[in-house]
């Protein structure tokens, strides 16, 4: 263990988060938008997620199969943690007022709708600039700003991005059709990449003062993560096709079907790495021909295919397990494919904090990930999941705008801001006591 | 100029194409030029995706290879070279100074830590302990030079039970430990086996994903370090597992095993939370179709001219849809009445749906799921500067896929696709060290740089 991680987890909460004192004002819905400004509200921001009373984020709605926990939809609770709760209608100009003294509060505004929705509402970049000439603008959609495909009003969506950008082309196995990956991912690497590019203008900001607009497409940004497709196809003139299992740029990289029926990747490319597998698979010789000598030669399609086929008939012969346990004595790396079950109860992720139990005011105990950065310093941390729809209305424009209970009881009444619909996931879980993780209302 | 229709708030679209076009991106400042980052990744495309991404906003990024170059550079399909570089490193070496140095030697460990004595941010991927083995770990650096952030991507994390294991991080194999290879690929038919079906097995994806949300998160953590360093003056340590990266984009799975025992299984190209969504099969390919509302489902099954057979006017909700039974079925359904019709065909079909169907504007989303090839000759992205080729002083015109984001005030660029091995010694040798030629000579005699 590195002495800095020394007591990391046992000590986290007696040290701050990293973006302490950042204010996050997000209007989004689905999984691109809200993904993004939770990773800062697990990094200590503080983030008001707004939502239009009293539906509120489509997300809730969403049920894998049959299973919805305590009436709510888990991917909301998954991607939107730490939050706080506003419900606030935009479509009336009293509304957008109160979002527009927020921004003028906040370092940060992120939204995700179609082009120019914002400036129909009064709050597009150069209305919120005006408020506040510092405020970071985020908007991500699926086409960005301008072009043909964001004029034709496209829409678009996470499964829409793995089809236009070609990666789900080179995600499948040979002759079979393109493969749709099991997660969102160019909706949740985009909410990750919109905070990289977020936190870089805030540190423009510190020295000159200046905040900025940022456009990002979902599409776009995952083209990026296809790195050596891109010179591949210029030089050789054709595109990349798919190869399974196979990393077709390292080798051997590949995942094998083991005797107890499950799977294991073995990744060996640098040359004491190979040699530990040769002699782990008591194949040492292999090492030494001519095919296999050096990586690039490895790489040949045919030696390539001669290693890995070499590799899958004794990955037949060993349970997954044992070839990780090889990987360790001999200096490869190996993994046993690791499914939910292991997830849950794999003991180095609790250890790290990186899976621990949540203990919610409205939702109970249950099992989560945490935030996949440690830092030693300023830990980043989970504290509590979703709130029902506009449940934070009072702390917000009590705390940050500073409204008495009578003010915001004509804004309820005019309908500028409001609460949950009593439906599935909107309204408070059943079992709620009614005041537990309420925050100054009155 | 575009040839297609305009939109109605063309004026929008025109104004922000003014302020952030990325024709225009060298005229603008940088956001990180004010920063000094050492990459000494080792082996891992995540270490040098992260410094990759803050080379492009600005930051002056310096490359230890070891003499002779670090693996990443052989990292290409068929072992393809392009002078001394795969066709990976060529997407990755972007915007970086590029020195030798032999961190075996005491010699060179010294003038590491002389660099990082100077620097702002240091990125690592070696096997968890080997920097603090070495002498050249956080603790001895911080000491040196208490602002440095110092960050590390590695398969297991810098503790933790399985964090003693000496191994290096490799994509395929974080994807495994993800679970999120476990639940993406084809399921076996019933009475088939992994035999009679090869392709029906946990699928990875085929980019790098799992080094590159390493590297992002990584990323993020150090910028988010930075802000936390300019109010207290404090660096701090970063720890991040690709592996652990990759798993946090996984959803609900962990919570539904957790309350429900339920394992998620792969799926296909369908979606366990959502209809309509998914890959369904066209006379040439395959599209993607989306619906995530009644209405819009509805719309689709009019276009197949399945209303009234299918029963649309009886359906009030989607979520019986959701049920794996009724996607199955559905899935069967649709798969013949989409064969029909080629990609492009049915994308126009819902185009012309929207102006006349019985729903419009309501239509079903349909995206052709193309190749690469055909990514990178469409005019949307062309035009959006997405696959600017780089003007590489050394490597010749190189098309890379450009910045991930655009911006009015700093946005990200690339300035240069890569550099030979040790390019770039003289110049930061003699900038950082004060090492001028004759010393050179000397480091290179005795196998240092």
């Not at chain 1, 007022?97 to 921004?103: A, G, N, T, Y």
């Not at chain 2, 029906?200 to 590159?212: D, H, N």
Request: hydrophobic residues 35%; contains cysteine.
């Amino acid at each position: 263990m590195t002495a800095v991680f020394k007591d990391y987890v046992k000590n986290k909460f007696s040290k701050p988060g990293p973006l302490k004192g950042l204010r996050v004002i997000e209007l989004a819905t689905l999984l691109f938008g809200p993904s993004g400004p939770a990773f800062l509200a697990e990094m200590g921001a503080e983030v008001i997620k707004i939502e239009l009373p009293p539906l509120g984020d489509v997300t809730r709605s969403l049920k894998p199969f049959d299973w919805f926990y305590k009436e709510q939809g888990p991917m909301f609770m998954h991607i939107n943690p730490n939050k706080y709760y506003m419900a606030l209608d935009l479509h009336i100009d009293m509304g957008q007022d109160i979002f527009k003294e927020l921004i003028a509060k906040a370092d940060i505004v992120e939204f995700n709708l179609r082009p120019a929705v914002t400036n129909r509402w009064n709050i597009g970049y150069e209305d919120l600039k005006k408020v506040n000439p510092g405020i970071i603008y985020i908007e991500k959609n699926g086409f960005g700003q301008w072009g043909q495909y964001a004029e034709e009003d496209r829409p678009s969506n996470d499964g829409a991005a793995q089809a236009l950008s070609g990666y789900a082309w080179i995600s499948s196995f040979p002759g079979q059709p393109p493969l749709k990956q099991g997660i969102w991912i160019c909706d949740y690497f985009g909410g990750l990449m919109g905070e990289t590019a977020v936190l870089a203008a805030l540190h423009h900001r510190r020295k000159t003062g200046k905040g900025q607009y940022i456009e990002m497409s979902q599409s776009e940004n995952i083209m990026r993560a296809m790195q050596w497709v891109w010179p591949y196809q210029q030089m050789k003139g054709k595109s990349v096709e798919p190869a399974g299992n196979r990393d077709q740029c390292i080798c051997p990289a590949d995942t094998f079907l083991c005797a107890d029926n499950q799977f294991a990747a073995i990744a060996a490319p640098a040359p004491d790495e190979f040699k530990g597998l040769c002699e782990a698979m008591g194949k040492s010789e292999l090492a030494d021909d001519p095919r296999f000598k050096d990586h690039t030669t490895r790489l040949k399609e045919e030696n390539a295919l001669a290693i890995l086929k070499i590799i899958a008939e004794w990955a037949r012969t060993k349970g997954a397990d044992d070839i990780e346990n090889l990987g360790i004595r001999h200096g490869f790396a190996a993994s046993r494919v690791h499914s939910g079950k292991d997830m849950f109860e794999n003991k180095h992720r609790r250890e790290r904090d990186f899976v621990k139990e949540i203990d919610d005011p409205l939702y109970g105990k249950y099992v989560e990930h945490c935030f996949p950065v440690m830092m030693s310093k300023t830990p980043p941390k989970i504290k509590w999941t979703v709130r029902p729809v506009g449940f934070d209305n009072e702390y917000i424009l009590t705390k940050v705008l500073g409204r008495n209970q009578r003010q915001i009881d004509e804004l309820y009444t005019h309908g500028v801001i409001g609460k949950w619909k009593d439906m599935q996931g909107r309204r408070p879980p059943s079992d709620w006591d009614g005041k537990y993780g309420a925050i100054l209302r009155r | 100029m575009a040839d297609y229709k305009r939109a109605k708030w063309a004026e929008w679209a025109d104004h922000i194409k003014s302020l952030d076009d990325p024709a225009t991106n060298f005229e603008k400042p940088e956001a990180l030029d004010d920063l000094i980052v050492i990459d000494v990744s080792s082996r891992s495309m995540a270490g040098c995706y992260c410094s990759s991404l803050l080379a492009e906003l600005g930051a002056e990024t310096i490359r230890i290879e070891p003499p002779g170059g670090d693996l990443v550079r052989t990292y290409s399909p068929d072992g393809i070279m392009n002078k001394d570089t795969g066709f990976a490193y060529l997407q990755e070496g972007r915007n970086k100074f590029h020195i030798t140095l032999d961190l075996e030697t005491e010699k060179g460990r010294e003038m590491f830590k002389s660099l990082a004595g100077q620097a702002d941010v240091v990125i690592e991927t070696y096997p968890a302990g080997r920097m603090d083995e070495w002498g050249i770990g956080y603790e001895e650096l911080s000491k040196l030079n208490p602002r440095l952030i110092f960050a590390s991507i590695s398969p297991f994390g810098q503790f933790g039970p399985e964090s003693n294991r000496k191994q290096f991080d490799y994509d395929n194999v974080a994807q495994a430990r993800s679970s999120i290879q476990y639940q993406t690929g084809e399921f076996l038919t019933d009475g088939k086996t992994y035999d009679d079906m090869p392709w029906a097995v946990p699928t990875k994806a085929g980019p790098w994903i799992a080094w590159c949300v390493g590297g992002a998160f990584a990323a993020a953590g150090i910028l988010a370090a930075l802000h936390y360093r300019e109010v207290t003056g404090d660096g701090q340590a970063i720890d991040v597992s690709s592996a652990e990266a990759y798993e946090r984009l996984n959803d609900y799975a962990l919570h539904w095993y957790g309350d429900q025992g339920h394992i998620t299984e792969r799926f296909g190209s369908l979606d366990t939370a959502l209809w309509l969504y998914g890959f369904f099969p066209t006379s040439d390919g395959g599209v993607f179709l989306g619906g995530l509302r009644l209405e819009m489902w509805k719309a689709f099954v009019d276009i197949l001219g399945k209303w009234d057979e299918w029963g649309a006017d009886e359906w009030t909700t989607l979520a019986p849809f959701m049920k794996e039974d009724w996607q199955f079925k559905y899935q069967a359904m649709i798969n013949p009445e989409t064969s029909k019709y080629t990609s492009h065909e049915l994308t126009q079909k819902s185009v012309e749906y929207a102006k006349t169907g019985r729903l419009a504007p309501i239509t079903p989303v349909v995206a052709e799921i193309v190749s690469p090839w055909q990514t990178m000759h469409d005019n949307n992205w062309i035009e959006r500067g997405m696959f600017t080729p780089v003007q590489d002083p050394e490597y010749g015109s190189i098309v890379c896929a450009q910045a991930q984001w655009k911006a009015t005030g700093t946005p990200p660029r690339t300035k240069w696709v890569c550099r030979p091995v040790g390019a770039d010694n003289g110049y930061i040798y003699l900038k950082y060290l004060g090492y001028g030629p004759v010393m050179l000579e000397e480091l290179k005699g005795s196998g240092v740089v």
